[in-house]
């Protein structure tokens, strides 16, 4: 519980709330979009802190807040008056809290993801399939999240429906992979963890070659991420907004 939460920071007039990173994230294309004759090098300095925006510790975010000169995005002041200040950020907890019973003194939240169930009934799936692993299970379902700043789309706003396959393979068996020469020459776009801290950039491999250097930990996670690339691609989503 204590885990799921975002910074969040308030306007100090307004108290209105935003959230934190995603204030920094603009405010850092705005400064881009404002000197255009600023180098490659230069922009990705600033890139560079744009990607690690929600990896930040308070702290860290408040001093990247204050060395951008981040201000309020609220169009709730004096005419002519400058953008009003922010407080420094604090956590914000995305579970909705409800009380359960009539008495209304046991806590209990609503879930945020759906994935819970699969891992909570763990035991009774692999039960069910004999003891046996490799297994799949999967679900559809509700979640519920106490998002900021809920926008009307697809992807922030407070309940959505959700389905998904867990593939749960015994740790010890997971780097190989019974079908993974069916996809190893299947082709992705990946953008590994050095190169969003480092300079930004994808590449193409094969899936056979990224398992093979270690971008990809093993032969089961890189099957299936080759299986959801070719379904995508069958289903007619452009490969090259995929990574």
Not at 65 to 83: D, F, H, M, T
Not at 210 to 220: D, F, K, L, S
């Amino acid at each position: 519980v204590e885990r799921f939460t975002d910074f969040m920071v308030r306007d100090e007039k307004t108290r209105e709330c935003f959230r934190a990173d995603k204030l920094l994230e603009e405010a850092i294309d705005n400064l881009i979009l404002k000197n255009p004759q600023w180098t490659k090098e230069e922009k990705e300095e600033h890139y560079r802190v744009q990607r690690q925006a929600d990896a930040y510790s308070c702290d860290e975010l408040h001093e990247m807040l204050q060395k951008y000169n981040v201000k309020s995005p609220s169009s709730i002041r004096e005419k002519g008056a400058p953008p009003n200040d922010l407080t420094k950020p604090f956590p914000f907890n995305l579970m909705f809290q409800t009380s359960i019973g009539p008495e209304g003194t046991s806590v209990g939240y609503l879930r945020p993801e759906t994935s819970q169930g699969l891992f909570v009934n763990f035991r009774r799936l692999l039960d069910y399939n004999q003891s046996k692993m490799p297994f799949a299970a999967a679900q559809i379902g509700t979640g519920f999240r106490n998002e900021i700043s809920p926008r009307n789309g697809l992807l922030r706003v407070r309940e959505f429906c959700m389905a998904e396959i867990e593939h749960f393979v015994n740790p010890e068996e997971k780097a190989k992979h019974i079908r993974f020469n069916n996809v190893k020459d299947t082709k992705i776009r990946l953008f590994p963890a050095t190169n969003q801290l480092g300079d930004g950039e994808m590449f193409m491999s094969t899936i056979g070659e990224a398992v093979g250097n270690g971008t990809v930990n093993n032969e089961n996670l890189g099957y299936f991420m080759a299986r959801t690339q070719l379904f995508l691609e069958e289903i007619g989503v452009n490969p090259d907004k995929m990574r």
